[in-house]
């Protein structure tokens, strides 16, 4: 068990519908990654939140969004739906997050499917 | 061209067998190579962490890294059928938190 925690673990809704993903890091962790896990694409890094703060963009689609509590927590935020969105996402934390090395530790994914 | 390149699989070994795993990447920014090992349905877990060239050894597994070819591996020892598992190697670049993975490969060791 890697001490961070992603709900829900199965998620399915349909084309044109919004979800929120949430993701509670390990304690004492200061940063959030979100990835994106397909067949076709491999993993995929969509954004990282250090501290409350945006601190990296990688692939991530207008249609979502993130953003990191007070507490650390933190959602991502999926909007008008396509079937190709379908994918498991996972959150990962580590402890600073300001420098490349500093360790991520990923929860185990929420699985998303549209129908 | 991806920028990090790693073999799907699926690798299929007997128990006890020297299994190689290798990733080759385009950018030369790299600096900080990454091999995860992931269970079916589970999120990657990191096995082994390099900084640059080299190799380093932890139990069964050693990670190589060779920049002048961009090209890394991980070899695991006297394998087990607990090792079976998708095998994802990851880089990134000083300064940077964007970890590009590569694809992963599916490693089943064969009791």
């Known amino acids: 068990d890697s001490g961070v925690t992603q709900t829900p673990k199965h998620l399915i809704t349909a084309t044109g519908q919004r979800v929120t993903l949430r993701c509670s890091p390990r304690s004492g962790d200061l940063s959030v990654y979100w990835y994106q896990q397909s067949l076709d694409q491999g993993l995929q890094f969509l954004i990282q939140?250090?501290?409350?703060?945006?601190?990296a963009k990688g692939n991530i689609l207008e249609r979502f969004s993130a953003q990191q509590f007070p507490d650390l927590h933190s959602e991502l935020n999926l909007s008008s739906l396509e079937l190709g969105d379908s994918a498991l996402y996972f959150c990962?934390?580590?402890?600073?997050?300001?420098?490349?090395?500093?360790?991520?530790?990923f929860g185990p994914g929420t699985r998303l499917t549209v129908l | 061209q991806k920028e990090v390149e790693q073999d799907p699989g699926p690798l299929s070994v007997p128990e006890g067998a020297i299994v190689s795993l290798n990733c080759t990447y385009s950018n030369s920014a790299f600096q900080y190579f990454m091999w995860y090992r992931q269970y079916s349905r589970k999120g990657p877990e990191l096995l082994m962490y390099t900084y640059s060239s080299g190799n380093k050894e932890d139990g069964r597994f050693t990670a190589q890294v060779d920049k002048s070819s961009k090209y890394i591996s991980l070899f695991i020892r006297d394998s087990q059928p607990s090792d079976s598992a998708t095998y994802l190697c990851?880089?990134?670049?000083?300064?940077?938190?964007?970890?590009?993975f590569g694809a992963g490969t599916r490693l089943t060791v064969k009791p």
């Open positions: 990851a880089m990134s670049g000083v300064g940077t938190n964007d970890m590009r």
């Open positions: 990962a934390s580590s402890v600073r997050g300001g420098t490349a090395g500093d360790t991520q530790y």
């Open positions: 939140y250090y501290n409350g703060e945006e601190r």
